[in-house]
């Protein structure tokens, strides 16, 4: 059966990725040497493809790790000796918390529950070395506006800033030059298959990196960010990366710029404000986030009358994704990515 993917990730693949698996294969990329010219090529499609996707400045680096989860550690072990600061309200920025704590790092918190929006003012140590913000907390659906971030960016310039972004790039149009460490993984609204991770990161973030490193902190070996940024400067990657999500990555990031970055933007609020008119004004599903800080890629679902939809939908063809962290037997979630069209979102809410 022919299913489409709601869920948040894997999700749905975007239509061309099957045929550029296809084209892989023909052109050779799953056999050819990592340290050879053509893959130098795929490297840097996919690198100059997203800095002009997303705008990022020319002396920010893009390195290429295998998850988003990588992604995380790979921040906190580069950038904190001791002190990070995390703001969360959902599993995957409660994840990045405890990672630090794993680490021996120091972490403070600003804690919110399950879903909820975070205070105005947040008192945080001006010893503090990295903030981190979970933008988009799929746990729930919740979204953290640009702007709030940019306010605790300014307020503690000491500190380095870091944004996970996994479930919100490329639509959430970020001012890279504010922030040191902003990353993702490919599965989610790229329509990618899984495995692997993208970290931009400013020179300032190298910089520390590199003063952790010379008071013998560990910061990691073959993934550590003076390292990965070695090889991206040479188009490459310590290790044999995963080619083939490089090479998907660059063809895809190639239909986004095709597209337009402001379309994709433009249709993404579309589709999201199809979803929550749609379920503001049913009975038996409301929306979990208030209307403030909604997210427009993660729509979170309450279901009073339980979880029967997902079969009954599953049926028709159509696969949701179930609730995730500490409401999850009470909740569904439906996202909306690039590689689900408006005609796809109101087939599937025709038959809700
Ligand atoms: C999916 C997700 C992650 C984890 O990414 P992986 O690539 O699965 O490791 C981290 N943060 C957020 C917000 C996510 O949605």
Same mark, same amino acid.
């Given at each position: 059966?022919?299913?489409?993917?709601?869920?948040?990730?894997?999700?749905?693949?975007?239509?061309?990725?099957?045929?550029?698996?296809?084209?892989?294969?023909?052109?050779?990329?799953?056999?050819?040497?990592?340290?050879?010219?053509?893959?130098?090529?795929?490297?840097?499609?996919?690198?100059?493809?997203?800095?002009?996707?997303?705008?990022?400045?020319?002396?920010?680096?893009?390195?290429?790790?295998?998850?988003?989860?990588?992604?995380?550690?790979?921040?906190?072990?580069?950038?904190?000796?001791?002190?990070?600061?995390?703001?969360?309200?959902?599993?995957?920025?409660?994840?990045?918390?405890?990672?630090?704590?794993?680490?021996?790092?120091?972490?403070?918190?600003?804690?919110?529950?399950?879903?909820?929006?975070?205070?105005?003012?947040?008192?945080?140590?001006?010893?503090?070395?990295?903030?981190?913000?979970?933008?988009?907390?799929?746990?729930?659906?919740?979204?953290?506006?640009?702007?709030?971030?940019?306010?605790?960016?300014?307020?503690?310039?000491?500190?380095?800033?870091?944004?996970?972004?996994?479930?919100?790039?490329?639509?959430?149009?970020?001012?890279? &030059? $504010? =922030?040191?460490?902003?990353? /993702?993984?490919?599965?989610?609204?790229? +329509?990618?298959?899984?495995?692997?991770?993208?970290? !931009?990161?400013?020179?300032?973030?190298?910089?520390?990196?590199?003063?952790?490193?010379?008071?013998?902190?560990?910061?990691?070996?073959?993934?550590?960010?003076?390292?990965?940024?070695?090889?991206?400067?040479?188009?490459?990657?310590?290790?044999?990366?995963?080619?083939?999500?490089?090479?998907?990555?660059?063809?895809?990031?190639?239909?986004?710029?095709?597209?337009?970055?402001?379309?994709?933007?433009?249709?993404?609020?579309?589709?999201?404000?199809?979803?929550?008119?749609?379920?503001?004004?049913?009975?038996?599903?409301?929306?979990?986030?208030?209307?403030?800080?909604?997210?427009?890629?993660?729509?979170?679902?309450?279901?009073?009358?339980?979880?029967?939809?997902? &079969? $009954? =939908?599953?049926?028709?063809? /159509?696969?949701?994704?179930?609730?995730? +962290?500490?409401?999850?037997?009470?909740?569904?979630? !439906?996202?909306?990515?690039?590689?689900?069209?408006?005609?796809?979102?109101?087939?599937?809410?025709?038959?809700?």
């Amino acid at each position: 059966m022919k299913y489409t993917f709601f869920t948040p990730g894997p999700s749905q693949l975007f239509k061309t990725v099957p045929y550029y698996i296809k084209t892989a294969v023909t052109e050779n990329i799953l056999s050819i040497s990592h340290r050879s010219d053509t893959f130098k090529e795929i490297f840097k499609t996919a690198t100059n493809n997203l800095r002009m996707l997303l705008s990022i400045p020319d002396d920010y680096y893009v390195v290429f790790v295998s998850s988003g989860t990588e992604a995380m550690e790979r921040v906190i072990e580069n950038t904190v000796e001791k002190r990070c600061f995390h703001f969360f309200n959902g599993s995957f920025g409660q994840r990045w918390y405890e990672i630090a704590v794993e680490l021996g790092k120091a972490p403070k918190k600003c804690e919110m529950k399950f879903g909820e929006e975070f205070p105005l003012h947040v008192s945080i140590p001006k010893t503090n070395e990295l903030i981190c913000f979970t933008q988009n907390e799929t746990s729930n659906g919740s979204a953290v506006d640009l702007e709030y971030i940019y306010n605790i960016a300014k307020d503690n310039s000491q500190a380095l800033i870091a944004v996970d972004i996994v479930s919100s790039a490329p639509y959430v149009d970020i001012d890279y &030059t $504010k =922030l040191d460490c902003v990353f /993702f993984s490919v599965q989610k609204l790229f +329509g990618l298959p899984a495995g692997l991770g993208v970290i !931009i990161l400013s020179p300032k973030a190298l910089e520390k990196a590199k003063l952790l490193q010379r008071k013998k902190i560990n910061i990691g070996t073959y993934h550590s960010f003076p390292v990965l940024v070695e090889y991206a400067l040479k188009n490459q990657t310590p290790e044999t990366p995963n080619v083939m999500g490089i090479y998907l990555l660059g063809k895809i990031l190639g239909d986004f710029l095709k597209i337009g970055i402001t379309k994709i933007r433009q249709e993404t609020k579309e589709k999201a404000s199809l979803l929550y008119r749609f379920f503001d004004n049913t009975q038996e599903y409301t929306p979990f986030i208030s209307k403030a800080n909604r997210s427009q890629t993660v729509v979170t679902l309450n279901v009073g009358t339980g979880k029967k939809i997902l &079969t $009954k =939908l599953k049926a028709k063809g /159509f696969i949701l994704g179930n609730g995730y +962290g500490p409401l999850k037997e009470h909740q569904i979630r !439906i996202t909306n990515f690039p590689s689900t069209s408006k005609e796809d979102i109101e087939k599937l809410l025709a038959n809700f």
